[in-house]
T-cell receptor
Framework: AQSVAQPEDQVKVAEGNPLTVKCTYS??????LFWYVQYPNRGLQFLLK??????LVKGSYGFEAEFNKSQTSFHLKKPSALVSDSALYFC??????????FGQGTELSVKP | DADVTQTPRNRITKTGKRIMLECSQT?????MYWYRQDPGLGLRLIYY???????NKGEISDGYSVSRQAQAKFSLSLESAIPNQTALYFC???????????FGQGTRLTVV
């Protein structure tokens, strides 16, 4: 079955420290990969996507993600976390065939 | 104005009632989706449509139906609402195979 896993329900980091939010996937072929962020009482906002090319993808708000085909992972990273980055983060994959599948989400908490 | 608009934003309904959630978009996208969000479960796909004549079931379509009235409109119906359909519902759109999804603000539905 096609699936996306975010192994951590919650990630806590101190402001200024680097952050990583993990994502692994299980789909056939060469999927498209996405990260979204959800702030309280809001819809999801697109952060970045990987389609092809360079394994390191840069996105909005200083976030980046590293695609690793052998490990089927697409981890979200940021060199220096801000308190305002605190939110719910979703990884998503679109396998060949088209429907967008989401992980269960990771709550990021950045403390001052 | 929002690119993806959901109505209503909040709704309380009684068990057994029929209810329709509406979604309209001004982005000109061909693909539209309905998801529900439950705490700890992420976003689960209910139905999706790749164009006006295409409707597909997602992973949790039981108890729901949809109508793609036009390229810009995609409505979700609960024929006979039940309490475990209480959730936050999101409509999303995307363009083609590689386009990222854009989300509406969500509809919070409570079935009592």
């Amino acid at each position: 079955a096609q699936s996306v896993a975010q192994p951590e329900d919650q990630v806590k980091v101190a402001e200024g420290n680097p952050l990583t939010v993990k994502c692994t996937y299980s789909v056939s072929g060469n999927p498209y990969l996405f990260w979204y962020v959800q702030y309280p009482n809001r819809g999801l906002q697109f952060l970045l996507k990987y389609i092809t090319g360079d394994n390191l993808v840069k996105g909005s708000y200083g976030f980046e993600a590293e695609f690793n085909k052998s490990q089927t992972s697409f981890h979200l990273k940021k060199p220096s976390a801000l308190v305002s980055d605190s939110a719910l983060y979703f990884c998503a994959v679109r396998p060949q065939g088209g429907k967008l599948i989401f992980g269960q989400g990771t709550e990021l908490s950045v403390k001052p | 104005d929002a690119d993806v608009t959901q109505t209503p934003r909040n709704r309380i309904t009684k068990t057994g009632k029929r209810i329709m959630l509406e979604c309209s978009q001004t982005k000109g996208h061909d693909r539209m989706y309905w998801y529900r969000q439950d705490p700890g479960l992420g976003l689960r796909l209910i139905y999706y449509s790749f164009d006006v004549k295409d409707i597909n079931k997602g992973e949790i379509s039981d108890g729901y139906s949809v109508s793609r009235q036009a390229q810009a409109k995609f409505s979700l119906s609960l024929e006979s609402a039940i309490p475990n359909q209480t959730a936050l519902y999101f409509c999303a759109t995307s363009l083609g195979f590689g386009g990222e999804a854009f989300f509406g603000q969500g509809t919070r539905l409570t079935v009592v």
